[in-house]
DNA sequence: CCCTGTGAAGAAATTCACAGCT
DNA sequence: AGCTGTGAATTTCTTCACAGGG
């Protein structure tokens, strides 16, 4: 197996579809699971199955990131955490800080899924001087009218935003001022950034009402099939 | 202004792509906050703007829904969040328990963003005795072993997982036996549903990948300007 | 013979550009 | 004159199908 040298991070190379840079981190928690259960090869068949995707996309994805497979054999599976996760920029760690320490705010900070993989939570920042000082999962609140001192201060590049759709774009304005480059919102609005400043949203409200869409749906259907209107033909599906 | 006459949900209809349909809730709030401010008619200009989307998608995506607009003004706010709730199937309620009542079940039982919009929390579940009986928002925490009668007493059709990734494809089996058809999964593992049950996933971790992705991206590019990249060829280890 | 890697085909989503109605 | 509604063009994503190397 050799591999050609490759530059640290091929900025300039073909860019990987923003859809299957989403997979990447779906098969990075796959191959660490195979990983502690003792697999040292893995099949795109079988990650795709873990992943819950399909074969050819499995390995339409990994191929953008090199020729990591052996032909006839799989891939490896250690080589491949290393590779995804470099590509994913994981052998490094960021540091982050979590805004609005209100309920969600402290779930997130207590929640592990942070330290999971090299994302420190460096600082908790709040308005509220009433919550600034208190501790939450080992780490003190600080005001936020110090962001840009403590952004500076800690190298912070990613922030989790989790307060009040109100004041989100206020929030969001003074964390890119202060140097954030990634943004990660969790408040029910719409955010607009700069070029150059990555935004992600979590939307809870939004998740259950696309939900809702496909429950009602499905309703509908059940009263269609009811008697509404003619039959339609299902045809049978002999893998369930 | 006239409407055609139109069924309760058409089903039957050409189908409303998927892209879209995660769009119409971002409207609905945008449009929902117009409304408060006292616009009465909009145009897909200024709806694209407050939904982050460009004015073409806005009437594409508004087009599936019906001929909702009115050419050379607008839209109707008001008709519009009316219309807009019924093909999302908010203007019924729909029942809703979370599962597991951990540090992000909490967070998620007392966010307001439930209520917001017809989603009723009828239950909170969690397998752990110490929790079972506690309240919190006002519920209080049932036994996961009676989430079959739970289920069925309270016509609970989504649910809302917040429990670790290790037993989140059990509770969500039985779940589903029980007659859940719509499942939001906070736990970070893939899970596998039957066919005619919905599954959304948000996960903190793998946008924070994501992030991270587009972020040491950034860093890379600024290297290349200052022409500080090229260098180190990575000799390349498998087994890391 | 097996499974990867990938051009090519196909499907889905987005954007364009303008006809059509008010 | 202004803004919607929508076919057509374009781009993006997915799937196919098979060549290619172990």
Known sequence: MHHPARTLVNVTARPIPEASVARLPVYL???????ERGSEMVSSEALATAAGVNPPKVRKDLSYLG????????YDVQYLIHQ????????????????GIGNLGQALANYGGFAERGFRIAALLDSDDAKVGQVIAGIE???????????KEHEISIAV????????QDVTDRLVAAGITSVLN???????????VS???????????????????KVAEESVRRGTARRRLESVDPTR
Do not use: H, N
């Open 199 to 217: 935004l992600r949203k979590v939307d809870l409200s939004i998740e259950l009402q696309i939900l809702s869409f496909y429950e009602q749906r």
């Open 84 to 99: 995804i996760s470099r590509e994913l920029g994981l052998t490094q760690d960021w540091a982050t800080c979590i805004v």
């Open 29 to 35: 928690r796959a191959l660490v699971d195979m990983a």
């Open 186 to 196: 969790f408040a029910p609005a719409v955010l607009s950034v700069p070029d150059g």
């Open 67 to 74: 020729s990591y497979g052996v032909r006839g054999v799989g």
């Open 161 to 168: 935003l989790a307060v009040p759709a109100a004041v989100a």
């Open 141 to 151: 609140i600080a005001a936020f009218d110090d962001v840009e001192r403590i952004v």
